[in-house]
């Protein structure tokens, strides 16, 4: 089906005649750039958009004069007519490495738990698949060789085989964007390498730590990556591995390491006799703020995270997946999602906005499927949050008065 077809139109019988004739060969997909047929053509891309993998104290990701480039295809049937795929021409075409998969079965593919009860809702079918397994931790030391970038059917993003050059051992992790095969990628979860310390004269230099492992997809703990890092595949414990910003296209940013200096450069200038006794609760803060890293996600969010944790380096790989269009219901079935029925067109016994004739969910507050409010009010806020001094009566005769009754 993706193979190109030859136009024959206007060529006559015998088909001896075919190949001393010259044939235009019709394609069957195209390679369309989304950002110039939005912006306008007076709008001009600076030249100098172009970020350095290797520079740890990168902007926000940015878009050179390409754009964002999808490929669309011939309408030849209706399923592809809307169909867009982003271009990852650099992807593996073949299998991957067998021993490092593991088929999945069973109830997980249908929503189920363990007893059989539906606990996710509209899983189901879709094609067989071989899970992935990925080193989240990366606690192996010493360069590693990516030999390839691969397709995960189980998330958004792309993986990495890498090989360790010591000794040769093969495993999957998350490519960051712009990685590619030959690359050299390395883990500092294990400690500082030995090289590396004597370069510095044996103490620890930020600097030059910084200049020699903060690079696009190298493991480092948080303390040791730069204030303003694009990081990702961000872990939320000590030894454990990331569970943040793992889907496409997403990152977070380092904003600031331990205590605010200025109060303690503050502190530290004021005499002795003006000093005051720090409360508990300041030297558990300030104790607090020692160990954790502030981090801001993609969504805005600001936590503070453990300087221990594990953090990768650079931006998810496939960032362009948000314009991907399914272009027909079946390849959503493919990607083991099933349909999402609207409650209002169920029947009463199914959901509570269900039943009634025409489009009416029978005078009801909005619920879910098991009758827990979902719109924004004061049935929806936890009780620790309602005021309940704040919460008056009306009089009783204050809508009478409203109304002009004496």
């Not at 609760?281 to 890293?293: G, N, P, V, Y």
């Not at 349909?339 to 005078?363: E, F, I, Q, W, Y």
């Not at 009089?395 to 109304?403: A, I, S, V």
Request: charged residues 25%; aromatic residues 6%; positive net charge.
């Amino acid at each position: 089906m993706l193979q190109p077809r030859i136009a024959l139109r206007g060529i006559r019988l015998p088909f001896r005649c075919l190949s001393s004739l010259p044939l235009p060969i019709r394609g069957y997909s195209t390679i369309v750039n989304e950002i110039e047929k939005i912006k306008p053509k007076s709008i001009e891309t600076p030249t100098n958009s172009f970020i350095d993998p290797n520079v740890s104290f990168a902007p926000p990701p940015g878009r050179d004069a390409s754009g964002i480039q999808l490929r669309t295809y011939t309408p030849r049937t209706p399923g592809v007519r809307h169909l867009r795929r982003p271009v990852n021409d650099h992807l593996w075409k073949g299998r991957p490495v067998h021993k490092l998969t593991f088929p999945k079965r069973g109830h997980a593919k249908g929503g189920r738990n363990n007893s059989g009860r539906v606990t996710v809702r509209h899983h189901g079918g879709g094609a067989k698949r071989r899970i992935r397994t990925i080193d989240f931790l990366r606690m192996a030391p010493g360069p590693h060789t990516v030999e390839r970038i691969e397709y995960d059917p189980g998330r958004t993003a792309h993986i990495a085989l890498t090989s360790s050059k010591e000794t040769g051992k093969l495993s999957y992790i998350l490519a960051a964007d712009g990685m590619r095969a030959g690359d050299v990628v390395q883990s500092y979860m294990s400690g500082i390498p030995e090289d590396l310390w004597k370069s510095m004269g044996s103490t620890v230099d930020p600097g030059v730590l910084a200049a020699r492992t903060a690079w696009r997809g190298n493991c480092l703990p948080l303390h040791m990556v730069p204030v303003g890092t694009l990081i990702f595949n961000l872990g939320l414990r000590p030894g454990k591995g990331g569970q943040l910003c793992r889907s496409a296209g997403t990152y977070a940013t380092v904003v600031a390491k331990g205590s605010d200096s200025r109060q303690q450069t503050i502190q530290n200038e004021e005499p002795e006799a003006e000093k005051k006794p720090l409360s508990q609760r300041d030297q558990q803060k300030q104790e607090r703020l020692a160990q954790h890293i502030t981090v801001r996600l993609s969504s805005g969010e600001t936590r503070l995270i453990h300087k221990d944790c594990c953090a990768t380096v650079g931006i998810t790989s496939n960032p362009n997946y948000q314009y991907t269009q399914l272009g027909k219901a079946g390849r959503s079935r493919w990607l083991n999602i099933r349909p999402t029925v609207r409650g209002l067109a169920m029947n009463a016994m199914d959901h509570p906005h269900g039943g009634g004739r025409g489009k009416s969910k029978g005078n009801v507050d909005p619920k879910s499927p098991w009758g827990i409010p979902t719109k924004s009010g004061y049935k929806t806020r936890p009780k620790w949050k309602i005021n309940k001094a704040v919460v008056h009566a009306r009089p009783r005769n204050q809508g009478k008065r409203r109304r002009g009754y004496n």
